[in-house]
């Protein structure tokens, strides 16, 4: 199946800095990525929907100045918090789009738990 | 109504017994159709696909579709331990690629 990975698995860090955290589909290309937040007991969040050489498309109610999403390539998609805070914490996943007829199967990478101290 | 309507659960079911678990939706634009599975602490796995009405068959997971009636299903035959985890339905809301989410059903299956 299609594989997608994501680092760091974990990170914690203080207060008012900022992290960035990868996601690559390894063994196919994909033209869309998406990310997504979960906390504790609750279903997943979208944040924001990657393409791949364009602007990220933010769900309402997500800041974009503070959830920096950069598509470069067709195989890679980052995310940056910037000013994390202690509410930023949370467990964030993305997940890629393969195939292009519209079949929208996405393959999930295994996540990244943010601690902000 | 939320988009997408699940059972929280917990369902509970002894080991070797049929876990049925049930989804509705509101979008009528959705034309596909995803189980995904989360073990607690994990990131979502996908397990099912499905875009046609009717049933589709893989080992001992059978997804069932009705799009008149905006319902999709997943049968776990043969439950085993492995099987406890959350179950996420998911639409797919048409080319955007973006998945509808529900809150998902927490199946336990016990020894």
């Known amino acids: 199946g299609a594989v997608v990975s994501q680092h760091p698995s974990w990170v914690i860090c203080k207060s008012g800095t900022s992290v960035k955290i990868e996601c690559r589909s390894l063994?196919?290309?994909?033209?869309?990525m998406f990310w997504y937040r979960q906390f504790p007991k609750q279903s997943l969040m979208l944040m924001a929907t990657?393409?791949?050489?364009?602007?990220?498309?933010?769900e309402q109610g997500v800041e974009k100045d503070k959830f920096l999403i950069n598509h470069a390539s067709l195989t890679l998609s980052t995310l940056t918090v910037t000013s994390a805070h202690p509410e930023d914490s949370s467990f964030y996943i993305c997940?890629?789009?393969?195939?292009?007829?519209?079949?929208?199967?996405?393959?999930f990478g295994p996540g990244t738990r943010l601690t902000v101290l | 109504q939320k988009e997408v309507e699940q059972n929280s659960g917990p369902l509970s079911v002894p080991e070797g017994a049929i876990a049925s678990l049930n989804c509705t939706y509101s979008?009528?634009?959705?034309?596909?159709f995803f189980w995904y599975r989360q073990y607690s602490g994990k990131s979502p796995e996908l397990i099912m696909s499905?875009?046609?009405?009717g049933d589709k068959e893989d080992g001992r997971f059978t997804a069932q579709l009705n799009k008149a009636s905006q319902y999709v299903s997943l049968l776990i035959r043969d439950s085993q331990p492995s099987d406890s985890a959350t179950y996420l339905c998911?639409?797919?809301?048409?080319?955007?690629?973006?998945?509808?989410f529900g809150q998902g059903t927490t199946l336990q299956v016990k020894p």
């Open positions: 997940s890629a789009r393969a195939g292009t007829s519209g079949t929208n199967e996405q393959f």
């Open positions: 063994d196919f290309q994909a033209t869309t």
């Open positions: 990657s393409n791949e050489g364009s602007k990220a498309t933010y």
């Open positions: 998911a639409p797919g809301g048409g080319n955007t690629g973006k998945l509808i």
């Open positions: 979008d009528r634009v959705s034309q596909s």
């Open positions: 499905i875009y046609s009405n």
